[in-house]
């Protein structure tokens, strides 16, 4: 696999996870939708940082 095809996998999976995680806020606690922001955010940087971007 290239570093093109990892990183599109990665992106994809990082999104669905979002999406899931942005489908779940209304049932739970406020503070939840700050958190899962950062940990996206944490999780596209290290993908970025592994495939050299």
Known sequence: M????????GLIEEICLVVACARAL???P????????MEGIQRLVRLMQKNGV
Not at 2 to 9: A, G, I, Y
Not at 30 to 37: D, N, T
């Open 30 to 37: 406020k503070f939840y939708g700050p958190m899962r922001l």
């Open 2 to 9: 290239t570093t093109s095809e990892r990183l599109q996998s």
């Open 26 to 28: 209304p049932s739970e």
